[in-house]
């Protein structure tokens, strides 16, 4: 992404949140608009069937730090301290590997529509992937949000985003919808007033219903009035979104 205006969760205001369910907060970071970076070179090879570029659940701790968000070297741009050590998820829980496995379990059945590799191993380097890391609270990582982060990135143009998601979001469900909401955020989708759309709560004043999956409107109305939104205000098309995103 290019730089973005640093917030939280989403981008045109400091501070701005979006509340989940038991106030927890899966805003972003800051705002990132289109900008005229070079096109690829014509000869730049395209990987068909969904495997440009993938999802990277990371439940092992990660040190981040603060600078525009590429997950392949672990910065983010949303951050407000630098260095940021996120502890591994859950650590120390009788269930932790039990959470980890329905977390990923669910995040691939959410996605299950798209081709889409969901991995808890980092990708080979030289590949594409957008990185969410679970583990610890805020001020582990300097995130302005207690639930997740991420960077609001209008027109999709870093595909390496990188998003966090406390050990405070309620595991499985709430967790499973912040993180598919987390890569939509990242790929411009902003945030809806449908309590069951999976960018409810994305930095404005919708409560995401956490009891079921979360799904993805094709099309559904942008919230006029979320604190961060991208300039195209028309209904977003988020299997579209997704499915651009990673089947090109």
């Known amino acids: ?14 501070g701005c949140n979006a509340q989940l369910s038991g106030n927890l907060d899966p805003s972003v970071g800051g705002i990132t608009t289109p900008d005229a970076s070079p096109a ?11 495997t440009s570029r993938s999802v990277y659940l990371n439940f092992d701790g990660q040190t981040l730090t603060k600078g525009p968000s590429d997950a392949t070297h672990n910065l983010a741009s949303w951050m407000t301290i630098s260095p940021g050590t996120a502890p591994p998820y859950r650590l120390g829980a009788a269930n932790r590997n039990a959470l980890i496995a329905a977390i990923t379990d669910g995040v691939r059945t959410q996605l299950s529509q798209f081709p889409i590799t969901v991995t808890t191993a980092r990708p080979l380097p030289g590949t594409s992937y ?6 610890g609270v805020r001020g582990d990582v300097g995130s302005n949000f207690g639930g997740g982060v991420n960077t609001l990135d209008c027109g999709d143009t870093r595909p390496n985003d990188l998003a966090w998601i406390s050990d405070n979001v309620p595991a499985p469900q709430a967790a499973i919808n912040t993180a598919i909401g987390a890569i939509g955020f990242g790929l411009g989708l902003t945030a809806t007033t449908d309590p069951k759309d999976c960018m409810c709560s994305w930095d404005n004043g919708c409560q995401r219903d956490n009891t079921v999956p979360c799904k993805l409107g094709s099309p559904i109305a942008r919230d006029p009035t979320a604190n961060q939104l991208c300039p195209d205000l028309t209904p977003q098309d988020e299997v579209a979104a997704f499915r651009t995103a990673f089947c090109h």
């Not at 690829?40 to 395209?46: F, G």
């Not at 957008?130 to 583990?135: A, L, R």
């Open 1 to 14: 992404m290019r730089p973005g205006i640093a917030a939280l969760a989403v981008v045109l205001c400091c």
């Open 40 to 50: 690829p070179t014509a000869d730049a090879q395209v990987t068909p069937l969904c």
């Open 130 to 135: 957008v990185m969410i890391v679970f583990g």
